[in-house]
């Protein structure tokens, strides 16, 4: 099962920071939280992934709270084509690495 | 999504033949799972392999399906004695440790 919480749906402007939030409060401590998005009918994407440090990269900047319970993904100028499900994954270092996927957050970009 | 490739993209198979998907990581890549998405519904995972072993199964069906990463060629996701239910969009993703890149999937439709 899906140790993440994340809102079904959330919507914003073309042009402003979209800020989506994820709860992952039983998180171990050799835990990663990744994102990744899956556009419609497309493979998902990698976007970032973080352990405690925030990072940023060209994609989304990745805020981690100091306890690590929960984290948001933001998008600094969201676009039309940013209109995806985007999937917030808590990921184990264990032997297998796999990736536990939610029902995500079906993030709608309006023009 | 970085050079996963998948084939075929779309497969047809009527109730009873064999699904064959295929899978070649990443140059470099010697890991590799598979992923089913069924219309309207989250990834799944299936199967975690690395060259010539099955590390992580779990979620596998137990009857029909098989897949292999032999230690030349690409991996293979065959579906023995297809049915409806199997129709879905299945993803191929490779890693070389830390960040699991998908494919573009297959689209097996079972008519």
């Known amino acids: 099962d899906a140790k993440t919480t994340q809102p079904p749906s959330m919507d914003c402007a073309e042009g402003r920071a979209a800020n989506l939030p994820c709860n992952h409060s039983t998180i171990s401590g050799n835990e990663y939280v990744y994102w990744y998005r899956q556009i419609h009918s497309q493979g998902p994407q990698y976007i970032i992934h973080?352990?405690?440090n925030n990072e940023t990269n060209e994609m989304a900047s990745l805020i981690i709270t100091e306890d690590r319970k929960s984290s948001t993904l933001i998008l600094p100028h969201a676009t039309l084509r940013d209109t995806a499900v985007y999937y917030c994954?808590?990921?184990?270092?264990?032997?297998?690495?796999?990736?536990?996927f939610g029902s995500g957050t079906r993030l709608l970009v309006r023009p | 999504n970085a050079g996963v490739m998948q084939n075929p993209r779309h497969l047809v198979r009527r109730r009873g033949q064999e699904a064959r998907l295929r899978c070649s990581p990443m140059k470099g890549h010697s890991h590799v799972y598979w992923y089913r998405q069924l219309p309207e519904e989250g990834l799944k995972f299936m199967v975690y392999?690395?060259?010539?072993?099955?590390?992580?199964e779990s979620g596998m069906p137990k009857e029909r399906f098989s897949a292999e990463f032999p230690k030349e060629g690409p991996s293979i996701l065959r579906i023995q004695q297809v049915v409806r239910g199997d129709s879905a969009a299945y993803f191929c993703?490779?890693?070389?440790?830390?960040?699991?890149?998908f494919g573009e999937g297959s689209w097996l439709t079972v008519v």
């Open positions: 973080g352990l405690k």
């Open positions: 392999l690395q060259k010539e072993n099955i590390i992580d």
């Open positions: 993703a490779s890693a070389p440790g830390n960040t699991i890149y």
């Open positions: 994954i808590v990921r184990a270092m264990d032997s297998s690495y796999k990736l536990i």
